[in-house]
C-alpha cells in the first residue's frame, strides 16, 4: 500500500516518525561534525539542517493559507528560498538545532489543530502544483526521512517504511517518464515484476536489488545494494 493510500492520521504519523528518525541521526553528530559533507554536492551539514528547518515553516505557511483562505506562498521566490538556506548556514550549531526543533513542533501543531474542511483546500507547491493540504504530509514525509541519510551518518533507506519507499519509487519512475529520461532503464525489485521506463523502448540497462536499494539508487543516493547489467554512469535526476 502507497503512503497516499493510507488515513491521514496514518500519514501523519510516519512523517512524525520521519522527524524523530532526523532528529535521532542529528543528535548523534557533534556541533563541529555539522561542518562537514552531506551526500549531496555543494552542501555541508549546516545547509542541509537550514533547509530541513525552512521547509518546515514553508508548510507551515501552506497550512495557513489552507485554514484562512489567504494565499500564502511556501516561498517568495527560488531566490530567497536559496539565500535563505546560505544566510542559515551560518547560524551557530546550537541555533541551527533550535531551528530544526522549533519549526518541526510548529507544523506539527498546524497539523493538530488544522480544520477538518481545511485538510481538501488547494494550496501551491513550490513547484506550482495545487494540491490539497494533505499532501503536506506526503511532502514532509519525503523531506525528513530522505534528507536523513543525506545526512551521512548512518541513515539508511532500509529503515524507511514501505509505504514511503513504495511511494518515492512511484515519484521518482513518473518524473522520469514526464522528463522522457531514463529511455531502456528497467528498474527489476526482488519479488516483484520489472518497472521499465518506456514500455516501447527494448530494455538497455537493468538495475536489480531490494526495493529499499533499488529507491535508494534511483534516488541518486548510491548504489550499495543493487546490481546494475551494463557501465550505467547513474540515475537520472527526478527533482
Known sequence: ??????????RLLIARRGTAYFAQRLAELTDVELDGDTLLPGWTRRHLLAHV???????CRLLDWAATGVETPMYTSVEQRAREIDEGSTLSP???????????????????NLPSAAWTAEVRTAQ?????????????????WI????????????????????????DIVDMWRKKNVGIGLVLAVEDRSPIAMHHDSPPTSTVTGPLAA??????????????????????????
Open 147 to 170: 534528507h536523513a541519510v543525506d545526512l551521512a551518518n548512518d541513515g539508511r533507506f532500509g529503515d524507511f517504511p514501505v509505504a514511503v519507499l513504495d511511494t518515492l519509487l512511484t
Open 128 to 144: 506550482g502544483r495545487l494540491v490539497p493540504a494533505t499532501e503536506t504530509a506526503w511532502m514532509r514525509t519525503r523531506e525528513v
Open 1 to 10: 500500500m502507497e503512503f497516499h493510500d493510507l488515513p491521514l492520521d496514518e
Open 214 to 239: 533499488v529507491v535508494r539508487w534511483a534516488a541518486g543516493r548510491g548504489s550499495t545494494g543493487v546490481t546494475i547489467d551494463t557501465d550505467l554512469d547513474g540515475p537520472p535526476r527526478w527533482l
Open 94 to 112: 546550537a541555533a541551527l538545532r533550535n531551528l530544526f526543533t522549533h519549526t518541526a513542533a510548529r507544523l506539527d501543531e498546524k497539523w493538530r
Open 53 to 59: 528547518g525552512y521547509n518546515a515553516a514553508a508548510l
